[in-house]
């Protein structure tokens, strides 16, 4: 898989740390990956570890999506590590874990004033031609500032028309899925998809 990555993104050997055992469980999972605590340059970062059954060219795609977006609302992304783990994605630690974490260990904090923060943060996306493909709670991390950031690049797609185009969609979370995307004939697509 490394071939299939950005040369230019791989972190150097031996500048992310990690202090997981065999034992240990990852601070968190997704559908394609797990996410453990580790070190790059004296801060504390979350590694994304790939499994394997995610695909190659979906991996290389969200990293260079991911690298190129700078944006207070989105979690900065530094490279990728193919030392400690297999294949793992670094970013920032988001000490506050998820918006449902969050709020949960917080039961009185101010919702609303997280939503405004995820909707900006869309626009800049779709402003670049990007498509997240999968904002859910899960993927709205906060930081050590209390500010909300987008993650998780993985379902992203690059927009090129304003027409959505024939790929279809077979991967994100049902609950959050735009409608047409659900059923795309009822809006006069014949195949769905998260272009643009």
């Known amino acids: 898989m490394k071939q299939m990555l950005p040369v ?53 795609s969200e990293a260079v999506i991911w690298k190129y977006l700078r944006h207070r609302n989105i979690t900065p992304f530094y490279g990728i590590d193919v030392h400690s783990f297999r294949l793992s994605f670094v970013s920032n630690w988001m000490i506050h874990g998820t918006v449902t974490s969050f709020l949960k260990n917080n039961p009185s904090a101010n919702c609303l004033s997280i939503l405004p923060i995820s909707l900006q943060d869309s626009k ?21 500032h209390f500010v909300a950031k987008i993650a998780d690049f993985g379902l992203s797609a690059l927009s090129y028309s304003h027409k959505l185009t024939t790929r279809s969609t077979v991967a994100g979370s049902l609950r959050y899925t735009a409608p047409e995307i659900i059923d795309p004939e009822a809006f006069g697509f014949l195949k769905a998809s998260a272009s643009q």
Request: charged content about 20%; aromatic content about 10%; hydrophobic content about 35%.
């Open 8 to 60: 230019a993104f791989l972190l150097a050997p031996g500048t992310v740390k990690t202090t997981y055992t065999p034992y240990d469980e990852p601070d968190g999972s997704g559908g394609f990956a797990d996410v453990w605590k580790g070190i790059y340059n004296g801060r504390v970062v979350a590694l994304k570890v790939i499994r394997g059954i995610a695909s190659k060219s979906s991996r290389s």
């Open 124 to 144: 800049y996306l779709h402003d670049m031609g990007i498509v997240h493909g999968d904002i859910k709670c899960s993927n709205i991390l906060i930081d050590e």
